[in-house]
């Protein structure tokens, strides 16, 4: 069984900065790309970055040049660095572990406000 677990959100200030991190276990967790997405209020669950297995990252035009996306696989954990944070990023944060074919697995979601 999978189990993706989000941390580090929380409430910043507009500019400011988080680090999301997300702990896999229950499967061979340096084979998958990873990716985060986001979905706030009354709206679709975006797609915000993916890293594969090789490395090679994809980024929502909105947070490119902003946010970066690396993964530690000797730790089976994911990151999402987020910097110069705007309002329009609140949302809750899901760390997504994709598979060839098959719905992949969530995790549970982290929500990160950013107000002043």
């Known amino acids: 069984q999978v189990q993706l677990v989000e941390s580090g959100g929380g409430l910043v200030q507009p500019g400011g900065s988080l680090r999301l991190s997300c702990a896999a276990s229950?499967?061979?967790?340096?084979?998958?790309?990873m990716a985060w997405y986001r979905q706030a209020p009354g709206k679709q669950r975006e797609l915000v970055a993916a890293?594969?297995?090789?490395?090679?990252?994809n980024y929502s035009d909105s947070v490119k040049g902003r946010f970066t996306i690396s993964r530690d696989n000797a730790k089976n954990t994911v990151f999402l660095q987020m910097n110069s944070l705007k309002p329009e990023d609140t949302a809750v944060y899901y760390c997504?572990?994709?598979?060839?074919?098959?719905?992949?697995?969530w995790g549970q979601g982290t929500q990160v406000t950013v107000s002043s």
């Open positions: 997504h572990q994709r598979r060839v074919g098959r719905p992949g697995y």
């Open positions: 229950g499967s061979i967790f340096n084979i998958y790309t």
């Open positions: 890293i594969s297995s090789g490395g090679s990252t």
